[in-house]
T-cell receptor, first 113, second 114 residues
Framework: GDSVTQMEGPVTLSEEAFLTINCTYTATGYPSLFWYVQYPGEGLQLLLKATKADDKGSNKGFEATYRKETTSFHLEKGSVQVSDSAVYFCALLNAGNNRKLIWGLGTSLAVNP | NAGVMQNPRHLVRRRGQEARLRCSPMKGHSHVYWYRQLPEEGLKFMVYLQKENIIDESGMPKERFSAEFPKEGPSILRIQQVVRGDSAAYFC????????????FGEGSRLTVL
């Protein structure tokens, strides 16, 4: 079945460092791909998405490109801030699975001043 | 436009009691998902509902857990005869009928079983 694999955390960076959080997927067909973010004590919120191959999703300085050839959707940010400290979840949506999101386990990011 | 409202935010129950968690979707949203989250674990899908209809309950334990989304009123996740292992954060997420994968999450209900 469909699945999402994220790099394990926690990831700890200094402010202004470059961030990459890896996400790869297994799916039949052409899923849509998402990154959600969960700040401490809150629910998840959509960060960005891409619906077809080579699409780039971007928001708040974060970017991710839908790479069908490598089945990846890695999250990147050029210069992280302390306020980016959160848990990041990669997810996919496929036509099957009753159209429910398939989630990665989440990657915790801590950014130090 | 109010977001997804979950209540209670925190709930403490003793073993054997019942827990009822409520979720009011955003206006215009007809799909409700319930998830469970434990520390150091990811989101675990429990159930997917539309109004008066359970679409997918493959993540729900076979016993003690039930969910509903009536025609009027909030969606309710009900846990009977709670045990310590039920302690977790329970999140509700809602979406539109088009189901594009864009879900809006509530802030969660944190259940503690003593």
């Amino acid at each position: 079945g469909d699945s999402v694999t994220q790099m394990e955390g926690p990831v700890t960076l200094s402010e202004e460092a470059f961030l990459t959080i890896n996400c790869t997927y297994t799916a039949t067909g052409y899923p849509s791909l998402f990154w959600y973010v969960q700040y401490p004590g809150e629910g998840l919120q959509l960060l960005l998405k891409a619906t077809k191959a080579d699409d780039k999703g971007s928001n708040k300085g974060f970017e991710a490109t839908y790479r069908k050839e490598t089945t990846s959707f890695h999250l990147e940010k050029g210069s992280v801030q302390v306020s980016d400290s959160a848990v990041y979840f990669c997810a996919l949506l496929n036509a099957g699975n009753n159209r429910k999101l398939i989630w990665g386990l989440g990657t915790s990011l801590a950014v130090n001043p | 436009n109010a977001g997804v409202m979950q209540n209670p935010r925190h709930l403490v129950r003793r073993r054997g009691q019942e827990a009822r968690l409520r979720c009011s979707p955003m206006k215009g949203h007809s799909h409700v998902y319930w998830y469970r989250q434990l520390p150091e674990e990811g989101l675990k899908f429990m159930v997917y509902l539309q109004k008066e209809n359970i679409i997918d309950e493959s993540g729900m334990p076979k016993e003690r857990f039930s969910a509903e989304f009536p025609k009027e009123g909030p969606s309710i996740l009900r846990i009977q005869q709670v045990v310590r292992g039920d302690s977790a954060a329970y999140f509700c997420a809602t979406g539109q009928a088009t189901n594009t994968g864009e879900l809006f999450f509530g802030e969660g209900s944190r259940l503690t079983v003593l």
